[in-house]
């Protein structure tokens, strides 16, 4: 979700720091960007029907929240691998935390914009003199970059959006404090749902349909770390047996959200809730098997070096993905 980004925010002054969680040869821990969710079903899934254990792996996921910023874990060794949105670690690289994409799980973005259809708004053009929530911490470089490219200020008034600082919850819309908000497919927009809001009382509008979407839940990891080979090893154990869980968790979407509420400690999921957001998060992985694509790539940092005059990144990232551990894993 949104709040990885926030990452990128804090990972300034981590660089050069080389880490690792333990020494030991197969034990692996994961961070998670958000708490315990279908979002994360891949990994849950391959803990419990013993995939990492194939590959003789020890894995610990850890849970994400608010307060917690992946990279910064990454950089004390508190994690061997995090996930992360690539706008966030690519923020976070150019800052001088040197972390790459090992793996690339989601092909597909889920953000997108929930908007009130008694606004008026039916594309990009209507947006002017409209109020838009936006999620920052590094979330607002997508959006941003979609208005630079529609040539719509961001600045407020008639001819532009006023922008809203979001926050967790989908109440500036239920609230008619915005007439759009930022909403995951998979969370967000069932939120509003939820609330009792009929989906004919919407309009939506998917980053990915705009051109405008980049890559969410990457598998990143320390680029030092990855010259030890008893570390590229377990990685690409790892690697691969994510990617089964991710599979199965596909295909199986009820036992794999389930699988995820036996592993919140909080018990503040619920059974509805996650089975609609594994069904929504299936859609996202369809199509990757962990290999990132290289347009995909691109893509991503083409939306991001266009975000006008304050871009999230603001030169071609050089060594920010590999394919040495997917290219071994998948083969």
């Given at each position: 979700m949104k709040k990885m980004m926030m990452a990128a925010a804090v990972a300034t002054g981590?660089?050069?720091?080389?880490?690792?969680?333990?020494?030991?040869?197969?034990?692996?821990?994961?961070?998670?960007?958000?708490?315990?969710?279908?979002?994360?079903?891949?990994?849950?899934?391959?803990?419990?029907?013993?995939?990492?254990?194939?590959?003789?792996?020890?894995v610990t996921v850890l849970a994400g929240g608010p307060d917690i910023a992946p990279p910064q874990v990454l950089a004390g060794g508190g994690a061997d691998a995090m996930l992360n949105w690539m706008p966030s670690a690519l923020a976070a690289r150019e800052k001088g935390l040197p972390v790459v994409n090992i793996a690339q799980p989601f092909k597909t973005s889920g953000l997108m914009l929930t908007c009130w259809k008694d606004t008026g708004i039916t594309g990009p053009q209507d947006f002017k003199g409209k109020t838009i929530g936006v999620w920052f911490f590094g979330n607002e470089y997508p959006f941003l970059s979609w208005m630079s490219q529609e040539g719509i200020s961001t600045d407020g008034g008639d001819d532009g959006v006023t922008v809203l600082k979001q926050g967790f919850n989908v109440d500036p819309l239920l609230q008619r404090e915005a007439d759009c908000i930022s909403t995951m497919t998979y969370n967000e927009y069932g939120q509003v749902l939820d609330a009792g809001v009929n989906p004919d009382e919407l309009v939506t509008f998917k980053y990915e349909e705009q051109g405008v979407a980049t890559l969410e839940d990457g598998i990143y990891v320390l680029e030092d770390n990855l010259k030890d080979p008893v570390f590229e090893d377990k990685m690409v154990r790892f690697v691969r047996a994510s990617m089964k869980g991710w599979k199965y968790a596909e295909e199986n979407a009820e036992e794999a959200a389930n699988i995820v509420l036996d592993n919140d400690e909080t018990g503040a999921q619920t059974e509805a809730a996650q089975?609609?957001?594994?069904?929504?998060?299936?859609?996202?992985?369809?199509?990757?098997n962990g290999a990132l694509v290289e347009a995909d790539f691109q893509r991503t940092v083409d939306t991001l070096l266009a975000g006008g005059s304050d871009p999230v990144i603001s030169k071609q990232p050089e060594g920010a993905w590999t394919s040495v551990i997917t290219d071994k894993a998948l083969n």
């Open positions: 981590l660089g050069g720091v080389a880490a690792h969680a333990d020494g030991h040869a197969n034990s692996v821990t994961l961070q998670l960007q958000w708490v315990t969710q279908a979002q994360f079903a891949g990994y849950y899934v391959a803990l419990d029907k013993g995939f990492y254990e194939e590959e003789g792996l020890d089975v609609r957001m594994m069904g929504e998060i299936a859609k996202l992985t369809a199509g990757s």
